[in-house]
C-alpha cells in the first residue's frame, strides 16, 4: 500500500501510539470514547434520580436509596460529571480538534503537544473526579456553593482539584483553536470564507480563555477558605457569601456558550448540505456568534435575582439576558431562512437539527421567563429552572452532539450506519425528552422545588409521568449509541462525501489520510457554494 493512501487509524498501531500521538484526528477520537463513558455514567446516574422521584416516600413508605444525603451525593455526581466531563469538553474536544483543522486546510492545530496535553489534563481531572466519588461522594451540588462548601465533611479537594484541572484543558483547547485560525488557514481560506462550524469554534476558544481563569480563581480561594480560614466567603469574618455566586456565575454562564456555541456551529454546517442550498445571512450567523460570546459574558447575575442584590442591578441583568437572546434569534431565523425553498433530504442529521432548533427554542423562550424578574421570583429553585436548563443544554448541546456523531460518522470512520435505526432512535429521545423536561416545567409552575428528594403527593402523578419520559428517552439513546458502536466495526463502507457536503473535510477521503489530503483541498469561492438550489 502506498504510504500517501493510509488513513491516520493505519499510519501507526499499538496503544501507545495513541497515547502519545501528536494527530489532531486520533486526539479527538480520545476525547470521543472518554465523553461517552462519562455520559453513560452520568445518564445511568439521572435515571437513579428519577427512580428516587418515581413515588413521594410519604405514599410509598420509604426512600429508594435510603435517604436525603444518599439522593444528594447522586445529584451532585451526575451534574459534575455530565457538566464537567461530558456537555462542556464534548463537540469542541471530539469534533473541534478533530475537524476544525481540515475545515481550514491545516495539516494540524498550531500546538499538537499542547493539544495532547489538553487531552491528558482533561484525563487528570476526570481520575480526580472518580477518586472523589469512590472516596465518599460529593453532596455540595455541582455549583458547590458557599457556606455549605466550606463547612461540609464530605472531601471536596478532589472535586475541585478536578475542576481544576478540567479548566486547564478548556484552556488549552481554546488557546490552539485561536491560533490554528489565525496562523494556519489556507492561503485562500479568508475569515469570511471560514465555515461557520469553525467560527464557532473560534468564539467558545476566546471564552474559554478569557473567562475560564475566574473559575480557577474561585476554586483556589474556596480552597483557602476551607482549609485555612481566610474569610473571604465568610461572613463572620468580614467576608460576603454572595461574592462566591458572582465569581462562580461570571464564569459559569459564559460556559454555557462555550457549550451551546460550537453546537450552533454544527446545526449551520448540517442545515445547508441537508437543505442544498447555500446558507441564508453567513456573515450575520458569524458575527452573531461573536456577539453571543461577548454579550453572554455580561448577564450572569440573572442566576441571583432572589439573592438580595439592588434593583437597579437586577433591571440591568434582566435587560441584558433580554438583549443576549436577539443574536441567538438571528441564528434561527437565518437556519429557517436557508430551508426555505431548499431541497431537504431529512437524512438522521438533519432530523437532529431539527428537534436541536425546535427543543433550544423552547429552552431559550423560558430562559427570557427566569430572566424577567417577576416570574423569576415564581419559579425560582423550582423544577421549572431544572426543565429550563435540560432544553438549552441537552436539547442544544447533548442533540447536536449526536447530530454532529451522525453527521460526521462517515468521515471519521469510513463506515455507514443503519438509517433505519437511527430513526427510531430519534424517535424515542423526542418523545421521552418531553415527557421528562417538559413534566419538570409543569411542576416547577405548580411549585415543586428543585433537587428535593420528596415531595407531597399532589406532585407524584407528573413525577411518574416525568419518570417513564426518562426511560424512554435514555432507551433510544443507549440504542444509538450501541448501534453506532457497532457500525464503527461492521457497517458497510462509507463514501468519500455521501451527503454532498461542500466544506473541505468532504473533498478528504473517509477516513482521512495523517496530514488530512492527500492532494490540496480547493477551496470554494463562498462557503457553502451551491450553485443552484438542488431539487432532486
Known amino acids: 500500500m502506498n504510504p500517501d493512501s493510509k488513513n491516520f487509524y493505519e499510519v501507526a498501531r499499538g496503544l501507545t501510539s495513541w497515547l502519545f500521538t501528536t494527530d489532531h484526528k486520533r486526539i479527538g477520537i480520545l476525547y470521543l470514547i472518554c465523553v461517552m463513558t462519562f455520559f453513560v455514567i452520568a445518564a445511568l446516574l439521572g ?86 466519588i ?92 476551607r482549609f485555612l480560614g481566610i474569610g473571604i466567603f465568610d461572613p463572620t469574618k468580614g467576608g460576603d457569601p454572595i461574592l462566591y455566586q458572582h465569581m462562580f456565575w461570571i464564569y459559569s454562564h459564559p460556559a454555557v456558550y462555550v457549550m451551546v456555541l460550537p453546537a ?16 441564508f445571512g453567513y456573515s450575520f450567523i458569524a458575527w452573531s456568534t461573536m456577539a453571543i ?15 438580595g442584590m439592588a434593583d437597579e442591578s437586577r433591571i440591568l441583568f434582566s435587560f441584558l439576558t433580554f438583549f443576549v437572546a436577539v443574536p441567538s434569534a438571528v441564528k434561527i431565523f437565518n437556519w429557517l431562512a436557508t ?48 426543565g429550563h436548563f435540560h432544553y438549552t443544554m441537552f436539547g442544544g448541546v447533548g442533540v447536536m452532539f449526536f447530530g454532529a456523531l451522525l453527521y460526521w460518522f462517515p468521515k471519521m470512520f469510513g463506515r455507514n450506519y443503519n438509517k433505519k435505526i437511527i430513526y427510531l432512535c430519534g424517535f424515542l429521545f423526542f418523545v421521552g425528552f418531553n415527557m421528562l423536561y417538559g413534566t419538570m416545567k409543569w411542576l416547577g409552575i405548580q411549585g415543586m422545588p428543585r433537587r428535593y428528594a420528596d415531595y407531597v403527593p399532589e406532585y407524584e402523578f407528573w413525577n411518574r409521568v416525568a419518570t417513564v419520559g426518562s426511560w424512554v428517552m435514555v432507551g433510544g439513546l443507549f440504542l444509538m449509541i450501541f448501534h453506532l458502536l457497532y457500525s464503527v466495526f461492521k457497517g458497510s463502507k462509507a463514501e468519500d462525501n455521501p451527503w454532498e457536503g461542500t466544506t473541505l473535510e468532504w473533498q478528504t477521503t473517509s477516513p482521512p489520510p495523517l496530514v488530512n489530503f492527500n492532494e490540496p483541498p480547493q477551496i470554494p469561492e463562498k462557503p457553502y457554494d451551491y450553485p443552484e438550489e438542488v431539487k432532486s
Open 339 to 386: 430551508m426555505y425553498k431548499g431541497s431537504i433530504h431529512l437524512e438522521p442529521p438533519m432530523i437532529f437539527g431539527l428537534i436541536f432548533v425546535l427543543l433550544f427554542s423552547i429552552g431559550g423562550f423560558t430562559g427570557l421567563m427566569n430572566g424577567t424578574l417577576s416570574i423569576d421570583i415564581h419559579i425560582h429553585d423550582t423544577a421549572f429552572v431544572v
Open 293 to 307: 460570546a461577548a454579550i453572554g459574558s455580561l448577564v450572569w447575575a440573572h442566576h441571583m435575582f432572589t439573592s
Open 134 to 225: 469512590l472516596s465518599g461522594a460529593i453532596d455540595t451540588g455541582w455549583t458547590f456553593y458557599v457556606p455549605y462548601s466550606a463547612k461540609t465533611g464530605a472531601n471536596l479537594i478532589l472535586p475541585l482539584s478536578a475542576a481544576y484541572m478540567l479548566g486547564w484543558s478548556s484552556i488549552l483547547t481554546g488557546i490552539n483553536f485561536i491560533v490554528t485560525v489565525h496562523r494556519l488557514r489556507a492561503k485562500e481560506m479568508k475569515m469570511f470564507r471560514m465555515p461557520l462550524f469553525v467560527w464557532a469554534s473560534y468564539a467558545t476558544g476566546w471564552i474559554q480563555v478569557i473567562a475560564t481563569p475566574v473559575v480557577g480563581i474561585t476554586l483556589i480561594l474556596l480552597l483557602l477558605e
Open 264 to 279: 450552533m456551529g454544527v446545526v449551520s454546517e448540517i442545515i445547508p448540505t441537508f437543505s442544498r442550498k447555500t446558507i
Open 47 to 132: 435515571i437513579t434520580i428519577r427512580l428516587e422521584l418515581f413515588s413521594s416516600n410519604s405514599e410509598a413508605g420509604g426512600s429508594l436509596l435510603g435517604g436525603g444525603e444518599i439522593y444528594n451525593r447522586i445529584l451532585t455526581l451526575h451534574g459534575v460529571i455530565m457538566i464537567f466531563l461530558f456537555i462542556i469538553p464534548a463537540i469542541p474536544g471530539v469534533f473541534g480538534n478533530f475537524f476544525l483543522p481540515i475545515m481550514i486546510g491545516a495539516e494540524d492545530v498550531s500546538f499538537p503537544r499542547i493539544n495532547l496535553l489538553s487531552w491528558y489534563c482533561y484525563i487528570i481531572g476526570a481520575a480526580l473526579a472518580l477518586f472523589a
